[in-house]
């Protein structure tokens, strides 16, 4: 059985299809890379899955037990967190809020779960400063730490590189890459089809036409031909 | 100068005034750091506009306790801002602006229109900047504003850790299983409360001063969520008793001084901060 199950899944605002007819389905261990021009309906999906928002139809079904709460996000960097005054291990800590409704303090488990994923991020070290000092990669390894406390089965990355430079960056499609090694699902949407190449083991293209495959299947297919060479002229 | 304090505060409504005016700057700060973060820096002045409407619907209809019309009306228009903001055809602070002003016009029009009083200057020049009426407070007020206070504070520290959540990254919260739609509703609710306790503070003009300086000038200086809650609050109290007791002393309206000294103290945490911030 599947982690995740998506069938036949239309997405769009207010009534207004953006995407429909998505089918495909997300295994243990998969890294999952979604690609597709912008405003093709990346991030409405990704908010689909986790369900911050409803499909216009279709079914997104969850197996093997995993939970909702059970998929760390990972979304795009906000304007407001750019001056925020929080540290590092305050921000991490919010991750382990979703475990129960009611939760005026942390237990010392939960604090303990928190040094755990700042060390596995290499954020540890950090810990007592604030967040809005730190570089974008240093920040995003943080989010990433806050991520793994809430679930540490299934990540949903958005845009996780964007405005990074090339070395930060490599940096970390690694740790990513170590992660999915590890026994973590990774889902990620991304614009850079040359990464996805490089570390997905499927890819889902939305846009006018619709591929779900393994990355091999995807490279023989028209789409991603078209894609992965219009992504190539691009840079 | 110290016998006349003494003097001063052997008045009840002084002491009051002071029980009042420290609660009220204590809450206030606490949700200011929260209500600036979201960008919502406004929403004081909006809602106590709004809430200088529901005074003025209140004084004419010869409401004995003006509160139990105020208070409600007030926690629905936050409730309907804070919520609201993102499905809502007008946004943010269009919306805020909206509102505040319609309210204050209607809000004077009626007393004019309707007034039962003969010093209508006084009155709205009251409502407006809190000149006196910290002064009138009777036991019954300040034991309601005791009573607010306490609950505020309590529901404050309670739901900390998901105030600072949704503050911080409201989709994320949402992902993890935060009902981020109650928080928001909590940090409405409570916005309200304290916009209308602080109406008799410093009058619905200058409660957006005691909502964003305290936790302005704490971010000049400090660099976690907590330490800034922690020391706008602090910072808040000591600002409002020293405004106070200055305004006792030199006969200024209360309102404004405490204000004064809001903006004085956010003078010197950014010159602070310029000169080696404090980095916790």
């Given at each position: 059985?599947?982690?995740?199950?998506?069938?036949?899944?239309?997405?769009?605002?207010?009534?207004?299809?953006?995407?429909?007819?998505?089918?495909?389905?997300?295994?243990?261990?998969?890294?999952?890379?979604?690609?597709?021009?912008?405003?093709?309906?990346?991030?409405?999906?990704?908010?689909?899955?986790?369900?911050?928002?409803?499909?216009?139809?279709?079914?997104?079904?969850?197996?093997?037990?995993?939970?909702?709460?059970?998929?760390?996000?990972?979304?795009?960097?906000?304007?407001?967190?750019?001056?925020?005054?929080?540290?590092?291990?305050?921000?991490?800590?919010?991750?382990?809020?979703?475990?129960?409704?009611?939760?005026?303090?942390?237990?010392?488990?939960?604090?303990?779960?928190?040094?755990?994923?700042?060390?596995?991020?290499?954020?540890?070290?950090?810990?007592?400063?604030?967040?809005?000092?730190?570089?974008?990669?240093?920040?995003?390894?943080?989010?990433?730490?806050?991520?793994?406390?809430?679930?540490?089965?299934?990540?949903?990355?958005?845009?996780?590189?964007?405005?990074?430079?090339?070395?930060?960056?490599?940096?970390?499609?690694?740790?990513?890459?170590?992660?999915?090694?590890?026994?973590?699902?990774?889902?990620?949407?991304?614009?850079?089809?040359?990464?996805?190449?490089?570390?997905?083991?499927?890819?889902?293209?939305?846009?006018?036409?619709?591929?779900?495959?393994?990355?091999?299947?995807?490279?023989?297919?028209?789409?991603?031909?078209?894609?992965?060479?219009?992504?190539?002229?691009?840079? | 100068?110290?016998?006349?304090?003494?003097?001063?505060?052997?008045?009840?409504?002084?002491?009051?005034?002071?029980?009042?005016?420290?609660?009220?700057?204590?809450?206030?700060?606490?949700?200011?750091?929260?209500?600036?973060?979201?960008?919502?820096?406004?929403?004081?002045?909006?809602?106590?506009?709004?809430?200088?409407?529901?005074?003025?619907?209140?004084?004419?209809?010869?409401?004995?306790?003006?509160?139990?019309?105020?208070?409600?009306?007030?926690?629905?228009?936050?409730?309907?801002?804070?919520?609201?903001?993102?499905?809502?055809?007008?946004?943010?602070?269009?919306?805020?602006?909206?509102?505040?002003?319609?309210?204050?016009?209607?809000?004077?029009?009626?007393?004019?229109?309707?007034?039962?009083?003969?010093?209508?200057?006084?009155?709205?020049?009251?409502?407006?900047?809190?000149?006196?009426?910290?002064?009138?407070?009777?036991?019954?007020?300040?034991?309601?504003?005791?009573?607010?206070?306490?609950?505020?504070?309590?529901?404050?520290?309670?739901?900390?850790?998901?105030?600072?959540?949704?503050?911080?990254?409201?989709?994320?919260?949402?992902?993890?299983?935060?009902?981020?739609?109650?928080?928001?509703?909590?940090?409405?609710?409570?916005?309200?409360?304290?916009?209308?306790?602080?109406?008799?503070?410093?009058?619905?003009?200058?409660?957006?001063?005691?909502?964003?300086?305290?936790?302005?000038s704490?971010m000049r200086l400090?660099?976690?969520?907590?330490?800034?809650?922690?020391?706008?609050?602090?910072?808040?109290?000591?600002?409002?008793?020293?405004?106070?007791?200055?305004?006792?002393?030199?006969?200024?309206?209360?309102?404004?001084?405490?204000?004064?000294?809001?903006?004085?103290?956010f003078a010197l945490c950014s010159a602070a901060g310029r000169f080696g911030g404090v980095?916790?």
């Amino acid at each position: 059985m599947a982690l995740i199950t998506v069938k036949d899944l239309a997405l769009g605002y207010e009534g207004q299809k953006i995407v429909g007819g998505l089918t495909f389905e997300v295994r243990t261990g998969d890294y999952l890379c979604i690609v597709g021009e912008n405003g093709s309906g990346k991030t409405t999906l990704m908010k689909t899955l986790l369900k911050l928002q409803d499909p216009l139809s279709g079914t997104i079904e969850l197996g093997d037990g995993l939970l909702r709460n059970e998929i760390g996000y990972l979304p795009q960097q906000t304007l407001v967190q750019k001056d925020f005054p929080a540290s590092v291990r305050e921000v991490v800590l919010s991750g382990c809020l979703g475990k129960g409704g009611f939760h005026p303090f942390y237990t010392r488990e939960e604090k303990a779960l928190a040094d755990k994923q700042m060390e596995r991020m290499e954020v540890l070290d950090l810990a007592d400063r604030s967040i809005r000092d730190l570089s974008g990669g240093q920040q995003q390894r943080v989010l990433l730490a806050r991520a793994l406390c809430a679930a540490d089965k299934v990540l949903v990355l958005d845009e996780p590189v964007s405005g990074l430079d090339p070395r930060v960056t490599e940096e970390l499609y690694t740790l990513i890459e170590k992660l999915n090694k590890g026994g973590i699902t990774v889902i990620m949407i991304s614009h850079d089809i040359d990464a996805a190449l490089k570390y997905a083991s499927h890819i889902l293209h939305i846009g006018k036409t619709v591929f779900f495959g393994t990355k091999e299947d995807y490279l023989k297919s028209e789409t991603g031909r078209q894609y992965a060479a219009r992504g190539g002229e691009e840079r | 100068m110290i016998g006349k304090l003494g003097l001063y505060l052997q008045y009840p409504f002084v002491r009051y005034a002071l029980i009042v005016g420290v609660l009220i700057a204590l809450c206030s700060s606490l949700l200011g750091v929260t209500l600036v973060l979201k960008r919502f820096s406004f929403i004081g002045d909006g809602l106590s506009h709004v809430a200088f409407g529901a005074m003025s619907v209140a004084a004419v209809m010869n409401l004995t306790d003006e509160t139990l019309l105020v208070l409600p009306v007030t926690i629905l228009s936050a409730v309907l801002l804070l919520r609201g903001g993102k499905r809502a055809k007008i946004r943010g602070d269009a919306a805020i602006a909206m509102i505040s002003v319609s309210a204050l016009a209607f809000g004077y029009l009626i007393m004019n229109v309707f007034s039962t009083s003969t010093n209508l200057s006084g009155d709205v020049c009251t409502t407006l900047f809190g000149s006196t009426s910290i002064l009138t407070l009777t036991k019954q007020d300040v034991v309601l504003c005791i009573v607010l206070s306490l609950v505020v504070i309590t529901v404050y520290v309670l739901f900390y850790h998901q105030i600072f959540a949704v503050t911080f990254d409201e989709s994320f919260a949402a992902s993890e299983g935060i009902r981020t739609e109650t928080i928001n509703l909590v940090i409405a609710v409570i916005t309200a409360v304290i916009i209308v306790l602080a109406m008799n503070l410093v009058g619905s003009l200058l409660i957006s001063a005691l909502v964003i300086f305290p936790a302005l000038s704490a971010m000049r200086l400090f660099r976690s969520f907590r330490s800034v809650t922690v020391f706008s609050a602090v910072l808040s109290v000591i600002c409002a008793f020293s405004g106070m007791i200055v305004s006792i002393l030199a006969g200024t309206p209360v309102g404004s001084t405490i204000v004064a000294v809001d903006v004085l103290a956010f003078a010197l945490c950014s010159a602070a901060g310029r000169f080696g911030g404090v980095h916790l």
